[in-house]
Each structure stands twice: as structure tokens, then as C-alpha cells.
């Protein structure tokens, strides 16, 4: 089991036997089914705080040479206090020491703090899923006040 100590918060890997922490999946990903297509052959790591489950990201293998973050998400109220760029930090930690040269991250195209978030990590973009969240859900998702059309995928090279 991998273990990362912060002051009071430690990152370590969900054991498959461990209750999913759905609620915070959802954040991320709307819809159960999208979620249920790649958890349960993804590494799940969660960051708890006196023992709760606060925040959470998801390690799918894409090839020998990629992996991909295909979920992140802090709880709402521990938002905005530098939890999400921990995460992204220790995931490119753990993808590098694991060998990988590539790291992708995938999000809405209207999804302005994350896409912030991962080109201020050094992600770039590369490819975009055109009319992604239109084609694989069942209703409009709207961000920022704008509705998500297109999924920007941004990946990160691992030196
Ligand atoms: N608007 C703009 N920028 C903001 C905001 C905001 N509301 N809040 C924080 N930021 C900035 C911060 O200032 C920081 O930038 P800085 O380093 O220049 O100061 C940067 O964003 C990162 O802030 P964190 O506090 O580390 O981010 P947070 O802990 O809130 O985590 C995350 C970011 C994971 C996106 C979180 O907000 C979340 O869970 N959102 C809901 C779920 C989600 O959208 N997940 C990502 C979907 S894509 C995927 O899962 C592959």
C-alpha cells in the first residue's frame, strides 16, 4: 500500500475490498455508468482527513507507455484550498515512478478551472472528443454557464 503524509491528510490507495466513494466519483463524472466503464480495472487513490475520504482520483492503464487520470474530484466544501493540485501532483508522481511516459487527462470544454488547473501542471492539450458529452449522456451538462460539448484531452510528457 502506497502512503502519502500531508500536515493532517494522507493519500493512499483504495483496497479493492473498500466501499467506492461514489459521491465523490460523481463530482467528476455525472453519470454511474460512464464511472462503472473504467473503475473496477483503474487504481483508485483517496485522500482522507481524520479517517473521511475527501478527495479522490482514478488511474486507468491505457498502454505500457499511458495512463490516464480518468477521475478527480475534491469534496465541495474542501474545494479551493490546493487539494486538487495535491492530487495531480501525486498522480504524476506515482506515473512516473511506475515507468509511464505519458500521463492524459480528459475534461469538459467549458470546464474553465480544471482545464486552468491541468496547463498550470503542465498538461497540454492534444486532442479534443468531439461532441463527446452530447453522443454519451442523456442530457445537457452545463458548466460556468455553458453547455459541455467536447472533452479536451491534455496529456503531460514524464522526464
Ligand atoms: N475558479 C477559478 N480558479 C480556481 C477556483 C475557481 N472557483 N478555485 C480554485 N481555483 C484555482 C486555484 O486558485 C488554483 O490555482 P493557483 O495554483 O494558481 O492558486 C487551482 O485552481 C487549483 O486549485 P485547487 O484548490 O488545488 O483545486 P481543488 O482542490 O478545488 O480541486 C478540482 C480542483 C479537482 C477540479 C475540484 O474543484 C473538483 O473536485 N471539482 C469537481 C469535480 C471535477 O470537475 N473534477 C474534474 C473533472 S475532469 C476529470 O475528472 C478527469
Known amino acids: 500500500m502506497e502512503k502519502k503524509e500531508t500536515k493532517h491528510q494522507m493519500i493512499r490507495q483504495l483496497r479493492k475490498d473498500e466501499k467506492l466513494p461514489c459521491d465523490l466519483l460523481l463530482l467528476a463524472d455525472e453519470l454511474l455508468e460512464a464511472i462503472n466503464k473504467y473503475i473496477f480495472d483503474s487504481d483508485i487513490y483517496v485522500l482522507e482527513q481524520e479517517n473521511k475520504v475527501i478527495a479522490v482520483y482514478v488511474l486507468q492503464l491505457i498502454n505500457k507507455n499511458e495512463i490516464e487520470i480518468k477521475n478527480i474530484a475534491v469534496a465541495t466544501d474542501f474545494q479551493g484550498q490546493g487539494i486538487g493540485k495535491l492530487l495531480l501532483r501525486d498522480a504524476v508522481c506515482k506515473a512516473k515512478g511506475r515507468g509511464f511516459r505519458t500521463i492524459i487527462i480528459g475534461t469538459g470544454d467549458a470546464s474553465i478551472k480544471q482545464l486552468y488547473l ?42
Open 118 to 159: 491541468y496547463q498550470k501542471e503542465g498538461f497540454e492539450v492534444f486532442d479534443v472528443k468531439k461532441s463527446f458529452f452530447i453522443d454519451n449522456y442523456p442530457k445537457p451538462i452545463y458548466e460556468n454557464g455553458i453547455q459541455l460539448k467536447h472533452m479536451i484531452m491534455l496529456k503531460k510528457e514524464l522526464k
